[in-house]
């Protein structure tokens, strides 16, 4: 019984830390984000076009495997 106490512990423990990390994840993400955007911004405008024709190709794709793996 005192091990079932101790693995309800550690999942509630890492249940709080969940969000931190997410947050920091995104933090990364989105300073990656940022600067890859002002890069490509510099190269121009095809460069541009084909940038943002590749990112909604990956947001789909995201999306799509999102919606399938759903519980």
């Given at each position: 019984m005192a091990d079932l106490t101790v693995v309800l512990?550690?999942?509630?423990?890492l249940g709080l830390l969940l969000p931190f990390w997410q947050l920091v994840i995104a933090a990364f993400v989105l300073v990656v984000l940022v600067l890859s955007v002002g890069?490509?911004?510099?190269?121009?405008?095809?460069?541009?076009?084909?940038a943002?024709?590749?990112?909604?190709?990956?947001?789909?794709?995201?999306?799509?495997?999102?919606?399938?793996?759903?519980?």
């Open positions: 512990a550690e999942d509630a423990l890069r490509l911004a510099r190269r121009g405008p095809s460069r541009m076009t084909t943002l024709l590749v990112t909604a190709a990956a947001i789909a794709g995201l999306a799509t495997v999102g919606v399938l793996l759903q519980d």
